[in-house]
């Protein structure tokens, strides 16, 4: 039984280590293999064009194979809406990171996928030092955003798995896991290269934007006319 144990444990330990080598591996190197949002192969140029055509509606999410190295693929749409129960939603998030919310409340969520390539602290390690890097800049957007849109209240959420070693009991702690993948299964369902962004407001509607994107220039989207672009019987 002891054998058994010590080589079950063995097994998980190569395993993740394997993983965690192919990501480092692949996380600066060029993408070798090029698909389109149904799994065909393209050409660089091709998926390129593809992907930089705004009308197309897609961005990418890449990943690392064992075989094949880097892939690139195409995956789409780069915004989405969603309509939800803003109460259940707002009690969700109040018990995702311990705090209480008034009812007015609207939420930017950033939102960072497991095993994502873009991700400096790739392979899902973000200790309290990779934190406290990433910190020195969102801080200062999220206080920005903050104080220009009434009621919007900042976080950031990672994909269950990814080791977040932050502070949850601090009052001024915005980085937070989402335990259960909730918000991935509700919001979150493209898993995008840098990650994706998502606004909620209290009448329970929610923008999702997919991809790279400045968290500022999402806040944008709450000014009443680039909002009703999205939602216009608001």
């Known amino acids: 039984m002891k054998y058994f144990f010590f080589l079950t444990i063995s097994i998980l330990i190569v395993s993740c280590s394997s993983q965690q080598d192919l990501g480092t591996r692949v996380l600066h190197q060029k993408p070798k293999i090029y698909l389109d949002e149904y799994g065909n192969k393209l050409k660089e140029n091709e998926f390129q064009e593809r992907w930089r055509n705004k009308e197309n ?28 129960t803003y109460s259940d939603l707002k009690e969700k998030l109040q018990i995702l990171t311990g705090r209480n919310f008034p009812d007015d409340a609207t939420f ?39 104080k220009e849109y009434d ?8 994909e269950e798995g990814i080791p977040l070693k932050n502070d949850i009991a601090s009052p001024d702690e915005y980085y937070f896991q989402d335990l259960k993948n909730f918000l991935k299964s509700n919001m979150f369902l493209t898993p995008s290269l840098c990650g994706s962004i998502a606004l909620i407001k209290p009448g329970g509607q ?29």
């Open 57 to 84: 509606n897609l961005t990418r999410w890449d990943y690392g194979t064992s075989d094949s190295g880097r892939v690139a693929k195409l995956v789409g749409p780069i915004y989405s809406r969603h309509f939800a």
């Open 108 to 146: 930017l969520l950033d939102y960072t996928y497991k095993d994502d390539l873009c991700s400096e602290s790739f392979p899902n390690n973000w200790n309290k030092a990779q934190i406290k890097r990433r910190k020195s800049f969102t801080s200062e957007w999220k206080t920005s955003i903050e």
């Open 151 to 158: 009621n919007v209240i900042v976080f950031h959420f990672f």
């Open 206 to 234: 929610i923008l999702v934007r997919n991809g790279e994107y400045p968290t500022e220039f999402m806040a944008q989207h709450l000014r009443p006319e680039n909002w009703k672009l999205f939602f216009p019987q608001e």
